[in-house]
């Protein structure tokens, strides 16, 4: 089998952990070897920048500051946990990837998409994706299911960001039909769960 890369994104509070570990639990019942990761973070280096990005007291963090830590993450997370893992064949699931970075920093921030994308191509270096989920979920539940313990920078923001950054993955969705499918995540988890299973099932058996 190739290696397999499946990304999960969507809003604050979508679900993303959950299902990936559903989805972990019945890939390995399957006989896949699975590594499961997340963004920013990964790495050692990684979960360094996650803590500077996610810290409430930077405030004064300059967007496209943000954006170039972002991707400094990643460039690091691709070279060091993704690329290897991929090439000994395993499957990895990973929490938030390139869209992220457009819905966040090219919407939610108003940075635009085309210097975040030729950034991106440059620190994966064309690494994308074999398929994306996107848990959608009404931002206002979101919110309320993520800031129920410590709220992290990003998550302080107004409810018109959050609006935006949902707004731009819906419309990024559009333009990738063909290796994005859109979640409803308001529903039992078991439900969506058996979704994306029935999803990820063909494309993994195409791969053996």
């Given at each position: 089998?190739?290696?397999?890369?499946?990304?999960f994104e969507?809003?604050?509070?979508?679900?993303?952990?959950?299902?990936?570990?559903?989805?972990?639990?019945?890939?390995?019942?399957?006989?896949?070897?699975?590594?499961?990761?997340?963004?920013?973070?990964?790495?050692?280096?990684?979960?360094?920048?996650?803590?500077?990005?996610?810290?409430?007291?930077?405030?004064e963090m300059?967007?496209?500051?943000?954006?170039?830590?972002?991707?400094?993450?990643?460039?690091?997370?691709?070279?060091?946990?993704?690329?290897?893992?991929?090439?000994?064949?395993?499957?990895?699931?990973?929490?938030?990837?390139?869209?992220?970075?457009?819905?966040?920093?090219?919407?939610?921030?108003?940075?635009?998409?085309?210097?975040?994308?030729?950034?991106?191509?440059?620190?994966?270096?064309?690494?994308?994706?074999?398929?994306?989920?996107?848990?959608?979920?009404?931002?206002?539940?979101?919110?309320?299911?993520?800031?129920?313990?410590?709220?992290?920078?990003?998550?302080?923001?107004?409810?018109?960001?959050?609006?935006?950054?949902?707004?731009?993955?819906?419309?990024?969705a559009k333009?990738?039909?063909?290796?994005?499918?859109?979640?409803?995540?308001?529903?039992?988890?078991?439900?969506?769960?058996?979704?994306?299973?029935?999803?990820?099932?063909?494309?993994?058996?195409?791969?053996?």
């Amino acid at each position: 089998m190739k290696g397999a890369f499946i990304v999960f994104e969507g809003v604050e509070g979508a679900g993303k952990s959950t299902q990936i570990r559903l989805l972990r639990e019945y890939l390995e019942r399957e006989g896949y070897e699975v590594v499961t990761t997340q963004e920013p973070g990964g790495t050692r280096l990684g979960r360094a920048i996650r803590e500077i990005l996610l810290n409430p007291e930077f405030k004064e963090m300059d967007p496209k500051t943000e954006a170039l830590l972002y991707l400094a993450s990643r460039a690091q997370h691709v070279s060091e946990v993704i690329g290897p893992v991929l090439d000994q064949r395993k499957v990895v699931l990973c929490d938030r990837f390139f869209l992220s970075s457009l819905a966040y920093q090219g919407y939610g921030r108003g940075l635009g998409l085309k210097k975040i994308t030729e950034i991106n191509e440059w620190a994966v270096q064309g690494l994308a994706p074999d398929f994306t989920f996107v848990l959608l979920l009404p931002v206002e539940e979101g919110l309320k299911r993520a800031t129920r313990h410590r709220i992290d920078r990003i998550e302080q923001e107004s409810l018109d960001f959050h609006r935006r950054v949902q707004e731009g993955f819906l419309a990024l969705a559009k333009s990738s039909p063909q290796s994005l499918q859109v979640v409803d995540a308001s529903r039992d988890r078991e439900q969506i769960h058996h979704e994306i299973k029935e999803i990820v099932a063909p494309i993994l058996g195409q791969k053996r």
